[in-house]
């Protein structure tokens, strides 16, 4: 006997199932720094700026951001480079991007030679790897050189005439009449100054319990000044001291240019309610101005009469 099997099929059916899965998104807001731009040349003690772009590649909105600026001998960027700034910006939304401007002083503490710049965003991790995800390298080397640094007694001199030239525009702008340059007032207001650093203290009565009258009246001033109309008390006494650099509440100060010193201390007296008032005095005629440094602030003082 013979079976003849004209067409035998042997059906394979694969039925794939798709395993369940479930698509994990990142909970956290990615950083990174995309571009970088600054100076090729920097000085020590002199204003160095810097401008950056920050993109968040996450899913969510960042925290605060803060980007770190840092100079290397090498093009690998460590947690042991030298750190010279910082700039912060707003919370930056998932798919956005910033761009923020730094500006602060080169660290005298830079030695002369050739670097790169990095620019570091923080975000929620700290490890090596993410110094590389979150940095970003200027493309060129950044030379930093010698260069002198102005006389601080030079500075001196000039921020107190520009304090006196604004304090003149500031009363013309508030329709009270200019005030005089009396060198007497200016010798008294820098000696009291040059007191304050020398005997570390800020205060308008000295360690010796002297008050500005006191010390007028020693360098010949009356104690009561004579008016048209009648008597006023004689001398009036504005104070102050600022650092250099970022200072908080303010902004920056350039220690190398002495109309930015000059500002930075006027703003102060200005948004003072009884600094302003001796500004805006009507009753006052003549001024002078002085100051001096500490190697780390400006102490000025404004005398009035």
């Known amino acids: ?69 840092y100079l290397s001998t090498d093009e690998h960027l460590s947690k042991n480079d030298t750190f010279i ?36 965003v923080e975000d929620h991790e700290g490890d090596e790897q993410h110094l590389l995800d979150n940095s970003a390298l200027l493309t060129a080397p ?42 007497d007032l200016a010798r008294l207001a820098v000696n009291y100054s040059d007191r304050m650093v020398a005997q570390k203290f800020f205060s308008h009565t000295d360690p010796d319990g002297h008050d500005q009258s006191d010390r007028a009246a020693a360098a010949g001033y009356k104690a009561v000044k004579e008016i048209t ?32 010193i000059a500002k930075g201390i006027m703003t102060g007296w200005i948004k003072s309610p009884g600094h302003r008032t001796n500004i805006l005095d009507p009753l006052s005629s003549h001024i002078g101005v002085g100051l001096s440094f500490n190697g780390e602030y400006w102490y000025a003082t404004q005398e009035f009469y």
């Open 229 to 260: 109309g009648g008597e006023r008390i004689g001398v009036a006494e504005n104070i102050a001291y600022i650092g250099t650099g970022n200072v908080a509440g303010y902004g920056y100060v350039d220690p190398t240019d002495p109309e930015s």
């Open 85 to 120: 700034q910082v700039t912060t910006g707003d919370p930056l939304a998932p798919g956005a991007s910033v761009e923020l401007s730094s500006l602060d002083t080169m660290p005298l503490s830079v030695s002369p030679g050739s670097y790169r710049l990095f620019a570091y």
């Open 1 to 69: 006997m013979r079976v003849s099997c004209l067409s035998c099929y042997l059906l394979l059916v694969f039925i794939f199932v798709p395993a369940c899965t479930t698509a994990v998104i990142s909970p956290w807001s990615d950083l990174t720094v995309s571009k970088i731009s600054a100076p090729l040349t920097a000085y020590p003690g002199y204003p160095y700026p810097i401008n950056v772009t920050v993109e968040n590649h996450g899913n969510a909105t960042s925290g605060l951001i803060s980007v770190g600026f």
């Open 142 to 183: 950044v030379k930093v050189e010698s260069r002198t640094l102005p006389d601080t007694g030079v500075l001196a001199s000039k921020a107190a005439k520009t304090i006196f030239s604004m304090t003149n525009n500031y009363r013309a702008a508030n329709n009270a009449s200019p005030l005089v340059w009396d060198d």
